[in-house]
RNA sequence: ACACUCGUAGCUCAGUGGAUAGAGCACUGGCCUCCGGAGCCAGGUGCGUGGGUUCGAUUCCCAUCGAGUGUACCA
């Protein structure tokens, strides 16, 4: 269905043009003034000039023509030369109830469909998921959702951090805990073992102390780096090691998303980019695009327009190893064969986007990416705690995803006991339910990009602008549908009449921006737009609650006109929080 | 030092080249013969500061102050 503004906007042009201005002056936009209008459009103010008219006269022109349109109840100008709207009662119930016949609720998928490679998550092998995940997984899993409603083929990656420097931490502070195992004995010949000589439980305490001593000792940090070299050049014992991390890893990581309902379609990682980095290696030496600096190889990036300095992008140490950089463009080339995306986007903390600068800059300068394939990456702020600084446990430590989620589950937990009568057990599962809710709702109102502050409290709470305010309204439409349906002989939804008082109009208005709100957010990559949307239609559908008595109306061609809205409100509000990566339970 | 981002109500956050800048929380008062009161209604304060562009700036530009972040072998 088309956009009601683009409707209205349509039918401003034409005006505009038997007017004989310029239809580009004629854009119709929500009213910033509702006790005034529905809609407005300021065109004839910015045509003033250049038809050297008082803008009253413009809009009065304008306005005189549309006297007759049936998508206006009323067309006026307004000093100093507003053109103020009010929508034709009859146009928005049909718009409406439209929407409602409409399996997609009106939104169309955008006309040129792209084929997208998501990498968000970022999850490192051998370390436990932590608060700091949290974003990437939240913000990427919506938007993977939303590109995908709108049309876009997406492949989401998680693009595990398996290769780095921790893995040669790992290596070398086990072989100092257990210097017995097989993988330490240089004389071994044999199979290495089917199975990993750790516990989950035990690699994720094995990092954190390897990287804390790392940090004193500086023999041990070189022996870690050497290690990690000697893996990333296929020494057998330290690659077999590193296949039992890996496995023990990712079972529990798999784990972890999937409590987050956060899905990947593929589980690569740093390592399997490896295979390309010696044949990109020697194309970029080939091309004269590498060259020493410093003891490294690397590609300069600089630009003469930059106002800053960028360095260059290191693309081999000078130990020989390579790290972030090379993997990353390396990765580029095996997407680009794998699936010729038209657009990567990354989702990362934005503390990384001068890697992403140098990233894409080399990709570019070297070939790797070609410029018909977008490069993006979306930085997201940091989770401070209510002091306004990094979210810390309370004796300062990173928190655990896991742990972060059971405190979110309990505090909705503890609420729900508080207020109704339910048996425990449906509580523990409704609170998972309505915690994710409010986890992720608390994260995806703000905006991606800037920091903002996690407070438990707030999130969890019931009232206000919270994820378990929009379920509880979800759930409530379907408490009085769930009756409806059981004492009236009625199973299917009416047409819509025309919007008997100002509450029911409003809710009309809320629902027919779906479409507008869902483009808005999938072109600015912008989930927090969905979620004011929805926070502002709670209110509509409560305002409209409050004063409609639904099953009680004995006007049955009202009442089932009632019940086809809230209904459509239930659609809407299911499909956004869909959208927004949860859904809400059937009572809480 | 340089660069980037951000300064909106007591707090947490939206928003826009246009009319009277919005929500929530907190605070105060109303509203249950009513479909879930986890609700509804009413009540106060604010665009860091100074310039500029514009008919019109909180929005765009410059300066200034303040906060955060980043500046080659970590990811």
């Given amino acids: 269905m088309k956009k009601i ?79 103020n709207m009010k929508i034709s009662e009859e146009f928005l119930a049909s718009y409406v109830g439209d929407m409602g016949k409409d399996d997609r609720l009106g939104c169309e998928p955008c006309e040129s469909s792209r084929k997208v490679v998501m990498d968000y998550g970022g999850a490192n092998v051998a370390k436990p998921l932590h608060v700091g995940h949290l974003r990437s997984a939240i913000i990427g899993e919506t938007l993977k959702r939303i590109c995908r409603f709108c049309g876009d083929e997406v492949i989401a990656d998680v693009h595990l951090g398996d290769w780095g420097l921790q893995m040669g931490l790992i290596i070398v502070q086990l072989q100092e805990d257990q210097p017995d195992l097989v993988y330490f004995d240089t004389d071994y010949k044999g199979e290495y073992p089917q199975d990993a000589p750790f516990t989950i439980t035990e690699l994720e305490e094995i990092y954190p102390r390897a990287s804390a001593k790392s940090k004193q000792d500086g023999a041990f940090k070189e022996r870690a780096q050497q290690a990690t070299l000697q893996l990333q050049q296929g020494y057998p014992p330290y690659r077999a090691l590193w296949k039992h991390i890996l496995q023990v890893s990712i079972v529990d990581l798999k784990k972890n998303y999937e409590n987050l309902q956060v899905e990947f379609d593929l589980w690569k990682g740093e390592s399997d980019a490896q295979d390309y980095i010696p044949d990109m290696i020697s194309d970029m030496k080939e091309k004269g695009f590498l060259h020493e600096s410093q003891g490294a190889m690397v590609v300069d990036v600089a630009q ?24 990353d463009l390396a990765t580029l080339i095996q997407r680009k064969q794998d699936f010729a995306p038209d657009r990567i986007l990354y989702m990362a903390d934005k503390r990384q986007e001068m890697h992403f600068v ?64 339910v048996s ?69 939804e009416g047409v819509l009449l025309v919007p008997s008082h100002q509450s029911e109009k409003n809710l009309m208005l809320q629902l027919s921006k779906l479409n507008e709100v869902i483009e808005t957010a999938y072109e600015e990559l912008a989930p927090h737009r969905i979620c004011a949307y929805i926070y502002e239609l709670s209110d509509c559908f409560n305002g409209f609650y409050h ?16 019940i086809t809205l809230i209904s ?7 499909l956004c929080i869909e959208l927004l990566g949860f859904q809400a339970p059937e009572r809480m």
Avoid: H, W
């Fill in 304 to 327: 003469e327009t930059d106002t800053k300095e960028i360095p260059p992008c290191i693309i081999q140490k000078s130990d020989g190893a390579v790290l972030y950089a090379t993997s």
């Fill in 358 to 421: 140098q990233v894409f800059r080399a990709a570019r300068k070297t070939g790797i990416v070609e410029e018909n394939t977008q490069l993006l990456f979306k930085g997201f702020g940091t989770m401070n705690g209510k002091d306004g600084k990094p979210f810390k446990t309370r004796d300062g430590g990173v928190m655990r995803l896991e742990t972060l989620i059971g405190e979110i589950n309990q505090a909705v937990y503890e609420k729900m006991m508080e207020n109704r009568s």
């Fill in 5 to 83: 503004l683009a409707v209205l906007t349509e039918e401003l042009e034409k005006a505009f043009c038997v007017c004989g201005y310029d239809e580009k002056l004629a854009k119709v936009t929500l009213s910033n003034r509702p006790d005034l209008c529905d809609y407005q459009c300021n065109g004839a103010m910015a045509a003033a000039k250049q038809y050297k008219k008082a803008p009253i006269q413009i809009a009065g022109e304008v306005a005189a023509q549309l006297q007759n349109c049936d998508k206006f109840q009323s067309v006026q100008a307004v000093n100093p030369g507003f053109i």
């Fill in 568 to 574: 459509i409100t239930k659609k809407v509000l299911e």
């Fill in 424 to 492: 425990q057990e449906e509580a523990r599962e409704v609170s998972r339910i309505v915690g994710l809710s409010a986890l992720k709702y608390g994260d995806l109102s703000n905006q991606a990009s800037k920091d903002y502050v996690f407070d438990i409290e707030r999130f969890s709470s019931f009232e206000g602008n919270t994820g378990p305010y929009i379920l509880y309204t979800i759930v409530r439409i379907k408490s009085i549908l769930t009756k409806y349906y059981q004492q009236s002989s009625e199973q299917e």
């Fill in 547 to 562: 004063d409609t008595k639904i099953l009680g109306e004995e006007d049955q061609q009202k009442q089932k006109s009632y």
